[in-house]
């Protein structure tokens, strides 16, 4: 089961709300659970539903991941394509991340150990796109 936080109309109160989908898209919930992404969900004023997941400070999160969908058996199509384009979303930022990294120990330290290899580089990759 993959838990979001749903806001209700008209006030925005919330509550959580669980969707259950085939394991290996619970799992990529998961993990992004695991680095402090969130799920989000909300009926927006014509009826469709907006699914989000969000990751950081709750004042400005980044977005992973955005899908809008007829409320209705669509939203489980959508749940899948949201985890899964947050999912990589998550993956390139780590491979930023690790490249910034590694150019401030380069260029500031001069730690020439941290330079990451061809190698790594290429297994960060494939992780973020082994489903496509």
């Not at 990529?28 to 539903?49: C, K, N, S, W, Y």
């Not at 699914?51 to 977005?63: A, H």
């Not at 500031?108 to 489903?131: A, F, M, N, R, S």
Request: charged share 35%; glycine share 6%; aromatic share 8%.
């Amino acid at each position: 089961m993959i838990e979001f936080t749903q806001y209700l109309r008209p006030d925005g109160r919330t509550r959580t709300v669980t969707i259950e989908r085939p394991k290996d898209i619970e799992d990529l919930a998961e993990e992004l659970r695991t680095i402090g992404a969130r799920f989000e969900v909300e009926q927006l004023p014509m009826g469709d539903v907006s699914l989000e997941c969000l990751l950081g400070d709750p004042e400005e999160p980044k977005v992973l991941g955005h899908e809008i969908a007829q409320n209705g058996p669509e939203i489980l199509d959508a749940v899948d394509k949201l985890v899964i384009q947050s999912n990589r979303a998550a993956c390139k930022r780590a491979v930023v991340d690790k490249a910034i990294t590694w150019y401030y120990e380069y260029v500031y330290t001069g730690y020439e150990d941290y330079i990451l290899g061809d190698e790594e580089i290429v297994d960060l990759y494939k992780d973020c796109h082994e489903d496509e």
